[in-house]
């Protein structure tokens, strides 16, 4: 038997380190090659890094959250054979802080413990988690949790990001918990005192996230801008075309309308379909309409480019909108796919809400939000009658779009939408 070490591998598009995503596999584990190990996230996207061999696994280096520079080991297998040991040189982590938990004082330690309340017994409740991600735990783990009927979103773990060894199944076994449900009984009222903490790293897409948004509100000088859309007409159009599409084609949403208004708009306002460099002091205006849709994923938020929509009917760009956004929910959009917008659309969808104030998608000078419609009654020459509306939100830089040219751009998207067919003309 000999010892096989992996290196991180060079991704690819001038990447020079990673920062650890999830640990696929634990130390024990059994794994065939090309099996997943590793997800590690670079500034452009999310990879998943495969098994080079057969083994068992060793040693992993790094926890989620840390930072692995490209050639640095990160796990060793035992595998058949002399492997290749002498690749198995020691690099630096580049870790992150974590912060420390306080011992409790002796006067905490010697409270006496309140009485038990008797409470009926109730099915058991998921862990907290942060928002987008899921449990971690190994293959192992995983299939031992689906052989005794355990969901693993019940079960907390005490490794790294909360991941789920085999002494955390066995602590919530021991514990009486189970994958069937129980209910408490009607009437019952006995509540105890909750006072636990939990801290979560945040890391991964959560992390960069945190530090788009933060580097996007806090160089940006911010303006919104809000209208309402009578989208009646709009809503006859849509009904028909879609009762009418031809074989194959996608059902419209209201999305393809609003990315078609904004084609011919933004060919009207310029300025608004650019990127501004900050530290070159330089305004880039694009022909090329390069629409980024907010996407939301149970990893969190992406914004996936339906690219030249300006080269695209209806269909074309409903279609294109749906490939590049159902690959980034299903975690296999590419980092062009995921970059190279010139400007954005976010939607609630039916979460909708009445207004909103976007944080623009940095370097873009604006992005326009999207609520979803609802029939209201407003008054319409004199008269109260009842239409569909939709309320639009923006945000601009208000350092190069002035607020007279953010909400002229915002009122032609109004004027196209409210009579549709002049979108096509």
């Known amino acids: ?79 058949d054979g002399d492997g290749n040991a002498s690749a198995s040189e020691e690099e630096p982590v ?23 309340v008797q409470e009926p017994k109730q099915a058991p409740q998921p862990v907290a988690r942060a928002a987008g991600t899921k449990a971690l735990a190994s293959p192992a783990v995983r299939q031992r949790a689906r052989e005794a009927n355990i969901n693993l979103e019940h079960v907390a773990g005490s490794g790294p990001a ?18 069937a449900t129980s209910w408490s009984p009607i009437g019952a009222s006995a509540k105890t005192e909750l006072n636990g903490t939990e801290e979560i790293k945040v890391i991964g897409l959560r992390r960069k996230i945190a530090d788009s948004m933060m580097s ?41 309308f609003i990315m078609q208004a904004l084609v011919k708009a933004l060919r009207e306002s310029p300025e608004c379909n650019a990127l501004y460099d900050d530290d070159a002091n330089v305004v880039t205006r694009y022909q090329a309409i390069n629409l980024g849709i907010a996407t939301q994923t149970d990893r969190g938020l992406y914004v996936p480019v339906v690219k030249h929509v300006e080269a695209m009917d209806i269909w074309q760009s409903a279609a294109e909108m749906v490939r590049v956004t159902s690959a980034t929910r299903e975690g296999k959009a590419t980092a062009e796919e995921l970059s190279g917008s010139t ?73 196209y939408l409210e009579n549709p067919a002049t979108i096509f003309m």
Not at 236 to 256: D, I, V
Not at 372 to 397: P, T
Request: glycine share 10%.
């Open 216 to 256: 996007s509100y806090s160089s940006i000088a911010h303006f919104s801008y809000f209208e309402e859309v009578d989208i009646t007409a709009l809503e006859e159009l849509r009904q028909h075309l879609n009762s009418t599409r031809p074989e194959g084609a996608p059902k419209l949403t209201y999305l393809p």
């Open 162 to 179: 909360g991941r789920i060894s085999h002494a955390d199944l066995d602590k919530h076994i021991s514990g009486g918990a189970s994958g």
């Open 1 to 79: 038997m000999g010892t096989f070490a992996f290196k991180l591998p060079d991704i690819g598009e001038g990447v020079v380190e990673g920062e650890v995503v999830e640990w696929m596999v634990s130390v024990g584990d059994t794994v065939k090659e090309d099996d997943p190990i590793l997800s590690v996230m670079t500034d452009k996207a999310t990879v998943e890094i495969p098994s080079p061999v057969d083994g068992k696994v060793t040693k992993v280096i790094g926890e989620a959250g840390d930072i692995l520079p490209v050639g640095v080991v990160c796990i060793e297998f035992e595998v």
């Open 94 to 116: 580049k870790e992150k802080s974590e912060p420390k938990v306080p011992e409790p004082t002796k006067e905490i330690e010697e409270k006496p413990a309140p009485k038990p």
């Open 343 to 415: 400007f954005t659309i976010t939607s609630l969808g039916r979460l909708g809400g009445l207004g909103a104030t976007p944080i623009i998608n940095k370097p873009e000078v604006g992005i326009l939000g999207v609520h979803n419609a609802k029939e209201r009654a407003v008054v319409r020459n004199g008269h109260v009658v009842v239409r569909r509306m939709m309320n639009l939100s923006s945000s601009w830089d208000h350092r190069v779009v002035d607020g007279h040219d953010g909400a002229t751009l915002v009122q032609r998207v109004k004027t």
